[in-house]
């Protein structure tokens, strides 16, 4: 996620590490280097300029400590003036109604449909009960994908196939919701390969129709300055309530998408980076700063480990490391809760420090594949009693497994090594409050 941004921030900002104090030469040479690095990102011109010139009024008219050098002092400010750029905080969605009707616009492309049902799934996880309306009537294989969705994260999906009236399927659909009690109606709409006149007064009829909640507008990250262009035109007809970012795991920029907030003035509130349904989270400006700076988000991290874990389970484990009987069956199935919190490689980006180091590392979760190909061509004694793999045993688990011997070998090193840290860190009494630290003190 804005990994090439990330990087030239970086090369730019380093311009001032080791100077021992801020001065107009050197504070010019790195602001000029920051605007082209967010002009190479795809950043509106005026915004960039705007950001920039700000970053260098805040950089001369502070005062160095002694104890912050000048390329930590900037970062700070390039921090502050990114998280102003997208919006300095959360805009949380108005979830208001009976039902609370939520209207989903964009071009077509933009991930509409499928950020619909990752909506659904999330609000449905907040106790919430929700329909989803299918009212593409131009693309057939919108009603399908939408249907397909709503078995996935079991959630109704209502839809008239041959009707081709997408009013009257919206007012059906809310007369529906409100029949059976649904607290939520998400209105998929129609999208084009480009904004038209047809488009925009179906979406604004809808929308005068649904009386909705929350009007969100979709769009495709990977568009460039296109998406802001196409925001705004929407945001002149249909007056949206704010903005999702869609496919930021994508080879993409980001910077377009990134000026949307300054150019439309309307919040980013959502993001969107992975095709799984739980690829979806809440946008918050400060926490996306930091991560692009390479500065971490430890806040979110900690969300997606507080919703993917399970709270008994976690006490289990506990348990029984705490008793030093964590076995290989254990270890695979924290694997597969931390596979369940998302990409392996955005999650490590969550770590201060670790998106640079991560940045060339060709690492997603098919990463996990020979392991648990090694964990599970293991027989359960085997799993619950590492110590027994001699030779023997580990050849025949590499040709069980499709791996080799040696991997077999630096796999049980490394489980060893976890296995002494974590006996470690219990005498210490450390596991206990890392855990109760994870769990949110819970």
Do not use: W
């Not at 030469?25 to 790195?30: E, G, K």
């Not at 996306?288 to 480990?305: C, W």
């Not at 076995?327 to 420090?353: A, S, T």
């Not at 890392?434 to 819970?442: D, E, I, V």
């Amino acid at each position: 996620m804005f990994d090439s941004l990330s990087v030239r921030l970086d090369k730019a900002i380093k311009n001032l590490k080791g100077q021992g104090r801020i001065t107009e030469i050197n504070v010019a040479t790195t602001v000029k280097e920051i605007r082209k690095a967010l002009i190479e990102a795809d950043v509106n011109f005026k915004v960039a300029k705007q950001v920039t010139d700000k970053i260098r009024v805040e950089a001369l008219g502070r005062d160095v400590l002694m104890a912050v050098s000048p390329g930590q002092l900037l970062t700070k400010i390039v921090d502050e003036e990114l998280t102003e750029m997208m919006g300095s905080t959360n805009a949380p969605m108005e979830i208001k109604g009976d039902p609370a009707v939520v209207l989903i616009s964009g071009l077509q492309g933009s991930g509409k449909t499928t950020f619909s049902g990752k909506l659904a799934k999330m609000l449905k996880n907040q106790g919430k009960t929700v329909m989803l309306a299918a009212c593409d009537i131009y693309r057939p294989a919108a009603i399908d994908q939408l249907k397909v969705l709503g078995e996935q994260i079991d959630v109704e999906v209502y839809a008239e196939p041959e009707n081709k009236d997408a009013i009257k399927i919206a007012r059906n659909a809310l007369k529906h919701a409100k029949a059976n009690g649904k607290k939520v109606l998400i209105v998929d709409t129609a999208g084009r390969l480009a904004v038209d006149e047809e488009m925009m007064n179906e979406i604004s009829a809808l929308k005068d129709e649904l009386k909705p909640s929350e009007t969100l507008f979709v769009v495709d990250s990977m568009t460039g300055q296109d998406a802001v262009n196409t925001a705004k035109t929407f945001n002149e007809k249909l007056n949206f309530d704010g903005v999702v970012l869609t496919k930021l795991d994508g080879d993409t920029r980001g910077g377009a998408a990134l000026s949307i907030r300054a150019v439309v003035d309307k919040p980013i509130k959502l993001i969107s980076a992975g095709e799984k349904m739980e690829d979806i989270e809440l946008f918050h400006p400060d926490r996306m700063a930091s991560r692009i700076l390479g500065m971490g988000d430890v806040v979110s991290l900690v969300e997606k480990a507080q919703e993917t874990f399970d709270e008994e389970e976690a006490r289990r484990i506990n348990k029984k490391i705490r008793k030093n009987e964590f076995d290989l069956d254990d270890f695979l199935g924290q694997l597969e809760q931390i596979k369940k919190m998302g990409n392996v490689k955005d999650l490590m980006g969550m770590i201060p420090g670790m998106g640079k180091a991560m940045k060339d590392v060709d690492l997603d979760n098919e990463s996990f594949t020979p392991i648990e190909s090694i964990i599970k061509s293991m027989t359960p004694t085997e799993r619950a009693n590492p110590d027994l793999l001699n030779g023997s045993r580990r050849k025949r688990i590499a040709s069980g497994s499709g791996t080799s011997v040696q991997e077999v070998n630096n796999l049980m090193k490394q489980f060893g090594d976890m296995r002494k840290m974590m006996k470690t860190m219990n005498k210490q009494g450390g596991m206990k409050r890392g855990l109760a630290n994870l769990m949110g003190g819970r």
